[in-house]
C-alpha cells in the first residue's frame, strides 16, 4: 500500500487503484479507481468529511493510503495548495515566500518570475508584507501565487478560490487554462469541467466526460 513509481500507460501520469482511507475505524472513502492523463483538468467534489483534502494528501505523499496503491511517474512535478493557506508558507514575507520553491530550483530569475505572478493577480502591493499579517484572501492569493509560479506536470488544489472575490477568481481561471499541467482541483464552485472525481461516504462516483 502507498505509492509505487512508473506505469504501463504513456499517456497516463497518475493512477490510483482500489484506493481507500481511514481514520481510526472510521472509513472515509474506499474502492477508488481512476487515471489522470497528461495535460487533464479533473474536479474532485464531495461534502464536508467525504475525504477530499485526504484524497489530495495521499496522491501527493503527505498521507499514506490505508488500502490500494497511487501509481505515479517516478519524476513528475507537482504543485500542492493546502486547505489552509498558512500551512503553504515557509519564508517571512510575501516575496520570500512566493519565490522559495523557485530558489530551491535554482531558478535565476526567482525574484523576477514572482513579482510577474504577484502583478498577474494584482497583490503586488503586498510583496514586503508580513504573512501573518494578510486578510484570508489575501493569504489565500499569496499561497496560490507560490504554486501557480511554477511549472508543474499536476498540480493539486484544495479549495483554490475560498475568501477569493470574483475578479481574482476569474484571474486565476485564465491562469490555469494557460498552464500545460494536468490540474486536480476540489472545489465546491468555480469551475466547470466535464470530468469529475466526486467523493461519497464508504464509495466514490465517477463521471468521465460526457
Known amino acids: 500500500m502507498g505509492v509505487s513509481f512508473g506505469n504501463d500507460c504513456e499517456c497516463c501520469m497518475l493512477k490510483a487503484k482500489d484506493l481507500g482511507y481511514c481514520i481510526e475505524d472510521k472509513i472515509i472513502f474506499e474502492n477508488l479507481n481512476f487515471e489522470i492523463s497528461w495535460g487533464e483538468r479533473v474536479l474532485l467534489k464531495g461534502k464536508n468529511g467525504s475525504g477530499k483534502s485526504s484524497l489530495l494528501g495521499i496522491l501527493q505523499g503527505f498521507l499514506k493510503p490505508s488500502f490500494g496503491v497511487v501509481e505515479r511517474e517516478r519524476e513528475l512535478r507537482v504543485g500542492y495548495l493546502f486547505q489552509e493557506s498558512e500551512d503553504q508558507f515557509i519564508a517571512p514575507s510575501v516575496l520570500e515566500d512566493v519565490a522559495f520553491s523557485l530558489l530551491a530550483k535554482g531558478e535565476e530569475r526567482a525574484e523576477m518570475r514572482a513579482r ?3 502583478e498577474r493577480l494584482e497583490i503586488s502591493h503586498l510583496s514586503e508584507k508580513s504573512l501573518y499579517h494578510l486578510s484570508g484572501g489575501e493569504q489565500r492569493l499569496v499561497a496560490l501565487a507560490g504554486v501557480l509560479v511554477l511549472e508543474c506536470d499536476l498540480y493539486l488544489l484544495d479549495e483554490p478560490f475560498n475568501e477569493i472575490d470574483s475578479l481574482r477568481q476569474e484571474i486565476i481561471k485564465s ?7 494536468a490540474f486536480l482541483i476540489a472545489t465546491h464552485g468555480g469551475l466547470e469541467w466535464e470530468r469529475e ?3 461519497h461516504s464508504h464509495t466514490q462516483l465517477h463521471s468521465d466526460s460526457l
Open 116 to 118: 510577474e505572478m504577484l
Open 197 to 199: 472525481i466526486i467523493l
Open 175 to 181: 491562469i490555469i487554462q494557460e498552464k500545460n499541467g
